[in-house]
């Protein structure tokens, strides 16, 4: 079992920068690779970012590429999303997500997520 709660979500204007946290515990942290989802209202849920567990790879979608970075802290079983030249069309539920394997499918873990809102 993995527990993980997701940090750091807000209302922000476009142009601007957020950071998400998701902190992690019940498994060993730095064997698992992670990764950030998001869903926006009537759309289904949808790849972010990955990282693997020693954060020597990281993978990113298309439409935040070079804009956000993902990053994590094993000493403090802590994941990072942080997210900087804001869209609207960023605006969505962001979850954390504990990786299968270090690919954009999501694993069984979430957690129940945080929200951010990109006002134009």
């Known amino acids: 079992q993995v527990q993980l709660v997701e940090s750091g979500g807000g209302l922000v204007q476009a142009g601007g920068s957020l950071r998400l946290s998701c902190a992690a515990s019940?498994?060993?942290?730095?064997?698992?690779?992670m990764g950030w989802f998001r869903q926006a209202p009537g759309k289904e849920r949808e790849f972010v970012a990955a990282?693997?567990?020693?954060?020597?790879?990281?993978r990113y979608a298309d439409s935040v590429k070079g804009r956000f970075t993902i990053s994590r802290d094993n000493a403090k079983n802590t994941v990072y999303l942080q997210m900087n030249s804001l869209k609207p069309q960023d605006t969505a539920v962001y979850y954390c997500n504990a990786l299968s394997s270090f690919t954009t499918t999501p694993g069984d873990y979430w957690g129940q997520g945080t929200q951010v809102t990109v006002s134009a």
């Open positions: 990282i693997s567990w020693g954060g020597g790879r990281t």
């Open positions: 019940g498994r060993t942290f730095s064997g698992l690779n």
